[in-house]
């Protein structure tokens, strides 16, 4: 099968691009061709079995889209927010936009049961495939992590650090946050500038994941798991809310506790994960790239629909 991958940059470094395009289509390609597929990037000279467009939900998108429709017989579209409904990340446009897509496509992949449901009010073909991990750059530590004096670690974009200010006194002084840019907290943290070639050294040096966040609406509650699996992959230890795709991610993986279940208290929380299994084995087959590039093959080209 040619397929051809379109992503709304001409960008390919990891670092200069949304993570979002690097997880869910940068890093697929490798595993993707070893499927079988003839794999092309950003390329509309060339007629295609299956075209996929990432990411984008603006006007241009929506033509780029119809485009694509005159160079493949089978066109996808892959987002990994729920746009379809407005919330605090998505405006009117985006939301009209990403709705008309979906009409149009003959599918849309997306990261979380909860985008899918959405989804399916204007595409019926919806295929979820959680965002995978490239096995052989997170590399597992053979030690196991200190819990009883842990270092912990968060790692995302900067805006979203704001969820860390409620537990400022739990984490002042021995907390590693690996962001693009320096956030302003109400605590004293050790700063790492997210680079994906020493990501996962850097997310190492942490005895557990701290990952708070909210779930007060579509966009928080849907949001994909990658945050956690880049810990859990390398065998840390996470404590986090309960978001659903964490929810899922914690059947591979045993280290992992919920500070709903413990009163929001984070000492609590972390005496919890004392004593669980921090093996990431399963967690890394089930969200290999490799394990989801064929299903992701067999998808697009009509087999899985």
Not at 34 to 56: M, S
Not at 104 to 120: K, L, Q, Y
Not at 221 to 228: E, P, Y
């Amino acid at each position: 099968m040619r397929l051809g991958i379109f992503i709304p940059t001409f960008l390919r470094d990891y670092d200069r691009v949304q993570s979002a395009l690097w997880i869910r289509a940068l890093q697929m390609i490798e595993p993707l061709r070893e499927a079988g597929c003839e794999v092309h990037l950003n390329n509309p000279f060339r007629r295609y079995d299956a075209a996929v467009y990432h990411r984008g939900m603006r006007r241009g998108s929506r033509r780029f889209v119809r485009f694509l429709r005159a160079i493949a017989r089978r066109v996808y579209w892959d987002t990994c927010v729920d746009y379809f409904d407005p919330h605090e990340a998505a405006d009117a446009e985006q939301v009209a936009c990403a709705r008309e897509i979906a009409r149009h496509v003959d599918g849309v992949c997306v990261t979380t049961e909860g985008i899918a449901r959405s989804a399916r009010r204007f595409n019926s073909n919806v295929f979820v495939m959680p965002d995978p991990i490239d096995c052989d750059h997170f590399r597992p530590r053979t030690a196991q992590p200190d819990l009883d004096a842990p270092v912990f670690g968060w790692s995302g974009v900067a805006c979203k650090a704001k969820f860390l200010a409620p537990y400022a006194e739990f984490l002042d002084g021995r907390t590693i946050i690996v962001s693009e840019a320096r956030p302003d907290l109400p605590f004293s943290y050790e700063f790492h500038r997210w680079r994906y070639r020493t990501f996962p050294a850097d997310l190492m040096r942490c005895g557990a994941a701290f990952l708070p966040r909210t779930l007060e609406s579509t966009y928080t509650a849907n949001n994909s798991s990658f945050k956690a699996l880049a810990y859990a992959a390398l065998g840390i230890p996470v404590i986090a809310n309960r978001l659903p795709s964490y929810e899922l991610l914690a059947r591979d993986f045993g280290a992992m506790a919920f500070l709903e279940d413990h009163g929001d208290d984070p000492d609590a929380t972390l005496h919890a994960l004392r004593g669980q299994d921090p093996d990431p084995g399963a967690v890394r087959t089930a969200y290999d790239r490799r394990t989801w590039a064929p299903r992701l093959a067999a998808w697009f080209s009509g087999e899985a629909a």
